[in-house]
T-cell receptor, first 114, second 110 residues
Framework: EAQVTQNPRYLITVTGKKLTVTCSQN?????MSWYRQDPGLGLRQIYY???????DKGDVPEGYKVSRKEKRNFPLILESPSPNQTSLYFC?????????????FGPGTRLLVL | GESVGLHLPTLSVQEGDNSIINCAYS??????FIWYKQESGKGPQFIID?????DKRQGQRVTVLLNKTVKHLSLQIAATQPGDSAVYFC?????????FGTGTSLTVIP
């Protein structure tokens, strides 16, 4: 089954404790992306990756890091989490064909930073 | 930066009626838009897309209309069903980035 998986789905942590949220896709997509979703603000793009070893900042990259060592994986790293990073996080992957793009989203990771 | 937004945060419709969800955008050069549906506890799911060389595109029970003059697009859902209850987003891929509206929460009243 074609899918994007994220782990963990739920996470409670404390300020300053490094964490990684994993994302994996099995569709051989080149493009992958991370979003955070907050009430009243919709989905905002954190980082995206056009291909292996190619990453770039989205609209809200501060406090986050990513890596793309393999095509299927795109982990999101919070080196020193802070309470304002409490949010719902989504990973997505997509293909581009005939100038159209369909993103497939993971199930989300709900993070609480105390 | 780019801006897409939705007109109403919530919408309630009677089961069987048609639903219209609106979205405005700011960049007159935008040429591609996508509608997503997000059910409670799940990630957004692609519904339908439209290019700027089209005014209308139809899918199964859904139609997207694009008015480039006023920079407005709408998603119409025919014969709304309880399973249509969700949050709907318009999104605009611009270059390598995606911009999403804040969403309209659709509630279908049985």
């Amino acid at each position: 089954e074609a899918q994007v998986t994220q782990n963990p789905r739920y996470l409670i942590t404390v300020t300053g404790k490094k964490l990684t949220v994993t994302c994996s896709q099995n569709m051989n997509h080149e493009y992958m992306s991370w979003y955070r979703q907050d009430p009243g603000l919709g989905l905002r793009q954190i980082y995206y990756s056009m291909n292996v070893e190619v990453t770039d900042k989205g609209d809200v990259p501060e406090g986050y890091k990513v890596s793309r060592k393999e095509k299927r994986n795109f982990p999101l790293i919070l080196e020193s989490p802070s309470p304002n990073q409490t949010s719902l996080y989504f990973c997505a992957s997509s293909w581009r064909q005939d100038n159209q793009e369909t993103q497939y989203f993971g199930p989300g990771t709900r993070l609480l930073v105390l | 930066g780019e801006s897409v937004g939705l007109h109403l945060p919530t919408l309630s419709v009677q089961e069987g009626d048609n639903s219209i969800i609106n979205c405005a955008y700011s960049n007159s050069a935008s040429d591609y838009f996508i509608w997503y549906k997000q059910e409670s506890g799940k990630g957004p799911q692609f519904i339908i897309d439209i290019r700027s060389n089209m005014d209308k595109r139809q899918g199964q029970r859904v139609t997207v209309l694009l008015n480039k003059t006023v920079k407005h697009l709408s998603l119409q859902i025919a014969a709304t069903q309880p399973g249509d209850s969700a949050v709907y987003f318009c999104a605009e891929p611009t270059g390598n980035q995606f911009y999403f509206g804040t969403g309209t929460s659709l509630t279908v009243i049985p």
